[in-house]
């Protein structure tokens, strides 16, 4: 039931941005999406840890799981073109292994490590962005390896592999909880039902005033 209802919700990844202080604290986390739908007019919000997206019961926000991934587009030995991403471990937290595999489409198993020019400064507050960043990929084949930078292309079994650059990803945790609901049902039954049960308590009724005979006939 969740993979028909999630397959219908969809959005467009935007620019990610974590503000961090010295000592790699974590300060703030923005996400910007732009909904998918067939309208030209299409809507962009940005997340954080105190704005969810929610869309069908469905609640999705950002979490502090994020890092890089590597573009690679593979172009077989017959001109068939293949266009995807590698995620990389979280970083900074794992800044030390952004190391990974892939097996290509003609079955050869090759290991990526991303390799950062600059580290993560320690001293000094920073943004942990989209843009441009200083970096190398290094291909490992058994025991051989090669260096790409952006745009270099790697000739291997059955096609080339170019290296296209980085993209960041991030972590989003998804929420549903089918009784909300109901619940919210019953606290409104149960508030009309106080509401009642007060009103009936508290209407005061209005007693029958006994008069009172005064001289001359008149009643008060």
Known sequence: WHKQALEKISFLQGVVEVDY?????????????????????????TLS?????IVNGYRFSVTSNKGYAVRLIWISNTGESITGYVHMPS??????????QWRTPAGQL???????QKPAPLDRDWVFHNGQVQHKLDITIAQESATLMEGDVLQLQGGKLKYD???????????HNPVLPWLF????LGVIGLGWHFKQK?????PHQQGVMVPGGSRR
């Not at 974590?26 to 309208?39: G, L, W």
């Not at 049902?185 to 409104?188: F, G, N």
């Open 185 to 188: 049902s019953a606290a409104m």
């Open 49 to 53: 840890e105190n704005h969810a997206y």
């Open 202 to 206: 508290f209407t005061l009724n209005t």
């Open 165 to 175: 650059g980085v993209q960041l990803w991030i972590g989003y945790r998804i929420d």
């Open 91 to 100: 970083f900074p937290l794992l800044e030390w292994k952004q190391t990974n």
């Open 21 to 45: 202080g010295s000592g790699l604290a974590r300060k703030a986390i923005r996400s910007t999406i732009t909904i998918n739908d067939e309208s030209d007019d299409r809507e962009s919000i």
């Open 110 to 116: 090759i290991g990526l490590s991303l390799l950062m």
